[in-house]
């Protein structure tokens, strides 16, 4: 958990939400860190799309979780065309996720995978 740190202090998360299940299973596991409060999460659209608040937010300095489903890497892509780079990059398909397009994601690569980015959070927190 965030251990009481307030939003700010926390790492930014960054995730792909494309329309394969390795993309929804990166938004995922993006949105529980959100949740659980071990990073923030921030909209990487907004990043891409040049949106001030947005772009502002993701240059701050803090340290970035970019989670992508496949080796497209859109998230890192998006980060890079506004010259930010993540602290740590992970591509779900190197965990052995595969890419389906009109399936969900399995709840049991959620489950596996999600204490392995809360601890990657954490290391970025400390």
Same mark, same amino acid.
């Given at each position: ?10 790492? *930014?998360? !960054? ?11 990166? &938004?995922? *596991?993006?949105?529980?860190?959100? #949740? ?13 799309? &040049? ?27 998006? *980060? ?20 389906? !397009? ?9 489950? #596996?995978? !999600? ?12």
């Amino acid at each position: 958990m965030s251990h009481g740190r307030h939003k700010g202090e926390l790492p *930014l998360v !960054y995730s792909c939400s494309g329309c394969s299940s390795a993309a929804q299973l990166s &938004n995922e *596991l993006a949105l529980r860190l959100d #949740r659980a409060g071990e990073a923030e999460m921030s909209c990487i659209a907004g990043v891409g799309g &040049n949106v001030p608040k947005l772009v502002k937010t993701a240059q701050a300095g803090r340290p970035i979780l970019a989670i992508d489903g496949c080796p497209l890497a859109c998230t890192k892509a998006c *980060l890079e065309t506004r010259d930010v780079s993540p602290s740590k990059h992970v591509v779900l398909s190197e965990f052995g996720v595969k890419k389906r !397009y009109g399936k969900d994601f399995d709840p049991v690569d959620a489950s #596996r995978l !999600y204490s392995e980015m809360a601890s990657l959070a954490r290391q970025l927190g400390d």
